[in-house]
C-alpha cells in the first residue's frame, strides 16, 4: 500500500488553481498500520482587514483540486472544478444552496465516496500526493484531513477526555500508549488549541454530550487537532450556533491557521469576510471565481458574484 509523503502527521473522520490572478509530507511508520473600482452597489458585508497574523508557527499543506467531478448515482453535483486552498490560509466556500459547496468539501478527504452510490473524479492534491491513487490508505487521508461538520457531533456515550483521546488511540502512537497518563499531554494540548481547556479542565470526565453546543463544536475541533492535521474542512461549523459561540469559533479559526490549512462551507458573507484570507464562489456545481476575499466582497471579477454577495440571490 502506498503511504502519504513523509514529515506529514493525521486526523481522524470524526464519528488545483493558480496563485492569486483571481481565479497549490507524513510519517510512514503512522501510515503503514492503519482594477477600476464598480459604481456603488447595495451595502456590503464587512471585509477583514488586510494585515494578517504573523509567519506560521508549523507548515501546514496546500490542497490542489483538478478537474474534479463529483456524483450521486448519474447526477453530477461537481462539474470539473480546479482550485487550489492555500497554505496556512484561511478559504472560504460562498454559494447558494444546493451548489455543490458540501460536496466538494466532502471529496477532499474523501468522505463523499461513503454515501452509497456516490463517486469522485479528477485530482485532489495534498501538496503533490494524489489521495485518490488506488493504493493509498484512506484512513490515513482522514487523519492528514479533519473534518468538522454542521451539527457538533461528539461521541455521546464517552467522557471529555476520551472524545479527545478517541483519535489519538487510533494511530500508532496511541497504540503504543494508551494509559489515560501517557494521553493526558496531548488531551490538554488539544483542548487548549480549541480554547476549551479553562472551561472543561475540571469535566474531563464527564459525558462530552452535556457541554454546551459551542463547546461541543470546540470539542470536535480539539478531537481533530489531536492527531496533528494538516488540513481542516469546516462545513457550516457555525450554523447551529449563538453569535456568542460563533464569534468563539471564528476567533479559534483564526489562531489555527498557523497550524493548519483551512476550508470553509459558509453561507454568512459577514463571516466569510471576517475570518477568509481568500473566498471562492460556487454556482450550480462550478467554481464562479476566487481570489482574496476583500476583492471578492468589493470588486468582483464575475457580475454573479458580485449579484449573490449583494444579496440580489441566493
Not at 499543506?61 to 472544478?81: C, T
Not at 485530482?123 to 488506488?134: K, M
Not at 487521508?141 to 477526555?161: D, E, L, W, Y
Not at 489531536?226 to 460563533?246: F, G, K, N
Amino acid at each position: 500500500m502506498t503511504t502519504l509523503p513523509p514529515n506529514t502527521s493525521v486526523s481522524p473522520a470524526p464519528d488545483a488553481e493558480t496563485p492569486t490572478p483571481r481565479t497549490t509530507a507524513m510519517d510512514p511508520d503512522e501510515i503503514a498500520e492503519p482594477s477600476q473600482a464598480r459604481a456603488p452597489a447595495p451595502a456590503r458585508p464587512e471585509v477583514a482587514p488586510a494585515s494578517r497574523p504573523a509567519a506560521p508557527t508549523k507548515a501546514g499543506l496546500a490542497v490542489h483540486l483538478r478537474g474534479l467531478r463529483a456524483f450521486y448515482g448519474e447526477a453530477e453535483q461537481v462539474k470539473g472544478v480546479d482550485l487550489e486552498f492555500r497554505a496556512n490560509e484561511v478559504t472560504a466556500i460562498i454559494g447558494p444552496s444546493g451548489c455543490g459547496k458540501s460536496t466538494m468539501v466532502r471529496c477532499i478527504n474523501r468522505m463523499h465516496e461513503e454515501i452509497p452510490g456516490a463517486h469522485a473524479e479528477g485530482q485532489v492534491l495534498l501538496d503533490d500526493f494524489d489521495i485518490y491513487d488506488p493504493s493509498v490508505d484512506v484512513v490515513a487521508v482522514r487523519r492528514a484531513i479533519g473534518m468538522v461538520f454542521q451539527k457538533p457531533n461528539p461521541f455521546p456515550t464517552m467522557s471529555v477526555f476520551d472524545n479527545v483521546a478517541a483519535g489519538l488511540r487510533l494511530t500508532s502512537h496511541g497504540r503504543r500508549s494508551r494509559s489515560k497518563a501517557a494521553q493526558q499531554p496531548k488531551v490538554e494540548a488539544a483542548l487548549r488549541s480549541a480554547g476549551l481547556w479553562e472551561e472543561v479542565s475540571e469535566r474531563l470526565h464527564e459525558p462530552g454530550a452535556g457541554l454546551s453546543g459551542g463547546q461541543q463544536q470546540r470539542l470536535c475541533i480539539a478531537r481533530s487537532l489531536a492527531v496533528d492535521p494538516e488540513v481542516i474542512l469546516m462545513d457550516e461549523p457555525c450554523s447551529a450556533l449563538d453569535p456568542i459561540a460563533t464569534l468563539k469559533i471564528e476567533e479559534l479559526i483564526d489562531q489555527l491557521k498557523t497550524r493548519v490549512t483551512i476550508v470553509i462551507v459558509t453561507h454568512n458573507m459577514q463571516q466569510a469576510a471576517r475570518v477568509a484570507d481568500r473566498t471562492a464562489f460556487m454556482l450550480d456545481g462550478r467554481l464562479v471565481e476566487v481570489g482574496p476575499t476583500d476583492e471578492i466582497f468589493t470588486t468582483p471579477n464575475d457580475p454573479r458574484t458580485e449579484e449573490y454577495v449583494t444579496g440580489k440571490f441566493g
